[in-house]
């Protein structure tokens, strides 16, 4: 398979027109279908720390099959689902090609691509914003509607009690949608990250912070301009099995919050850690956790997801 599509044993790569037939070729050879998207993993890993229907995932799919197999999955995780529909796009897919330890992941984004600010500004959508108290947003995202981000920021720095957290999803974000994200930070109440992306945000910003290290490119994240000064930003940065590196606007020094290593044999897929890191984290700022409670909750939501395949969480479930 890696030889047929050109791919490479360890990757991630956005489909080209030589890719399309991986996807039926992928159906028909032994495989698992695994609901994905990195904010749509989140969402899920959120509602399944939260109350009941205290998730809503806002999206695009296309009319098709997989579009219902999304909508059962996140049926299945209790997370409600308002999706747009494109009537041009088939739905997202992303292809694994797994060999040993190896994982070559091949996106095709297709309806991901497509979704439009009407859909966010529709009178049933903008109300179910409107009553929303937490807004998450993936870096992707900034890749397809920006507009739309801006208004879920906007929305939420008007409102003081309401809270906006941004995850920086990828080095090529930082890199190459380096305006778009730099529009959205004076809104960051959070930023969530791994430690490429950080080192990609830092390398892109050029200046001082090139080349610094995570906590110090933490600290000059939390210290950028904010709209709502009401609410110290928070910069939380993951490093796979090394420490949780937190700042917070206007400390000193960072809180660092070492990971709890799982046994070699008890991990099986290690894709979506920080999806899933997210979901819990979030979880806990939404229960009104400390911040070191929260940050606990996203290792702990982040263990479990290692253990299964994908971005999956265990059935039935388990509680923190
Ligand atoms: P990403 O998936 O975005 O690269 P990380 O690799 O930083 O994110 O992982 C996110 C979190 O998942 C880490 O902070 C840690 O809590 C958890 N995690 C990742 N890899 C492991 C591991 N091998 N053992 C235990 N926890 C892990
Ligand atoms: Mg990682
Ligand atoms: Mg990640």
New binding site residues.
């Given amino acids: 398979m890696l030889q047929k599509y050109s791919l490479k044993p360890n990757d991630a790569i956005l489909a080209e027109e030589s890719h399309m037939p991986l996807y039926d070729d992928l159906l028909s050879r032994k495989h698992a279908l695994i609901a994905g998207g990195a904010a749509q993993n989140t969402a899920r890993g959120a509602q399944y720390i939260l109350p009941a229907d205290s998730v809503l995932y806002i999206g695009c799919v296309g009319q098709d099959e997989y579009a219902e197999k999304l909508r059962s999955a996140c049926a299945a995780a209790g997370l409600r689902v308002e999706y747009r529909v494109d009537d041009t796009q088939p739905t997202g897919r992303c292809g694994v090609v797994i060999t040993g330890n190896n994982r070559s992941l091949c996106t095709h984004l297709a309806a991901a691509n497509e979704y439009k600010m009407e859909h966010l500004k529709s009178p049933k959508i903008w109300d179910l914003v409107q009553k929303a108290k937490f807004y998450y947003v993936g870096g992707f995202h900034l890749t397809v509607c920006v507009p739309a981000v801006m208004a879920l920021a906007e929305e939420a720095a008007a409102h003081p009690d309401k809270v906006f957290v941004m995850n920086l999803s990828a080095p090529f974000i930082a890199q190459f949608f380096k305006q778009q994200l730099e529009d959205t930070s004076p809104y960051w109440d959070y930023v969530i990250?791994?430690?490429?992306?950080a080192a990609a945000w830092a390398e892109a910003q050029g200046g001082d912070v090139k080349g610094k290290s995570v906590p110090e490119i933490a600290m000059h994240m939390a210290g950028l301009k904010k709209v709502n000064e009401g609410r110290k930003r928070t910069v939380v940065i993951?490093?796979?099995?090394e420490s949780?590196v937190v700042a917070v606007q206007g400390e000193e020094k960072v809180r660092e919050y070492p990971?709890?290593?799982?046994a070699k044999e008890e991990?099986y897929d290690?894709?979506?850690?920080?999806?899933?890191?997210a979901g819990g984290f979030v979880a806990g700022i939404v229960e009104g956790k400390s911040l070191e409670e929260s940050v606990d909750m996203?290792?702990w939501l982040?263990?479990l997801s290692?253990k299964e395949l994908g971005p999956q969480f265990p059935s039935p479930k388990q509680t923190y």
């Fill in positions: 990250g791994n430690e490429t992306e993951t490093q796979g099995t949780t990971v709890r290593t799982i991990i290690t894709n979506g850690a920080g999806d899933a890191f996203g290792q982040a263990r290692i």
